[in-house]
């Protein structure tokens, strides 16, 4: 009942810049966090940056001065400012969400179908 809907992938030259969003919709309830992840070829998923309900941003060591990561909790969107991109960022970006529900102390987990990033050199 919750979708991810992610957009702002593409090609780009090694230095330049992207910015990815991510748009939840559906039955949205409290918000836990918001985050990246991205996904290269034969590589493990990794996290690259998010962001608590609270505010409180967290950034992989190879993005952090490079990427920001910021939302519009009206809109229930987060999104992903990458300049100074390398080619080592070329992978694959999915959003996360993690939601609470009313009297229900799990949390729910849900991503967004993924968009490609490519860094020429």
């Known amino acids: 009942q919750v979708q991810l809907v992610e957009s702002g992938g593409g090609l780009v030259q090694a230095g330049g810049s992207l910015r990815l969003s991510c748009a939840a919709s559906?039955?949205?309830?409290?918000?836990?966090?918001m985050g990246w992840y991205r996904q290269a070829p034969g590589k493990q998923r990794e996290l690259v940056s998010s962001?608590?309900?609270?505010?409180?941003?967290n950034y992989a060591g190879s993005v952090e001065g490079r990427f920001t990561i910021s939302r519009d909790s009206a809109k229930n969107t987060v999104y992903l400012e990458m300049n100074s991109l390398e080619a080592e960022d070329t992978a694959v970006y999915y959003c996360?969400?993690?939601?609470?529900?009313?009297?229900?102390?799990?949390?729910?987990?849900?991503w967004g179908q993924g968009t490609q990033v490519t860094v020429s050199s």
């Open positions: 559906g039955r949205i309830f409290g918000i836990n966090a």
């Open positions: 962001i608590t309900g609270r505010g409180s941003t």
């Open positions: 996360k969400v993690s939601i609470t529900r009313p009297f229900d102390s799990r949390m729910y987990d849900y």
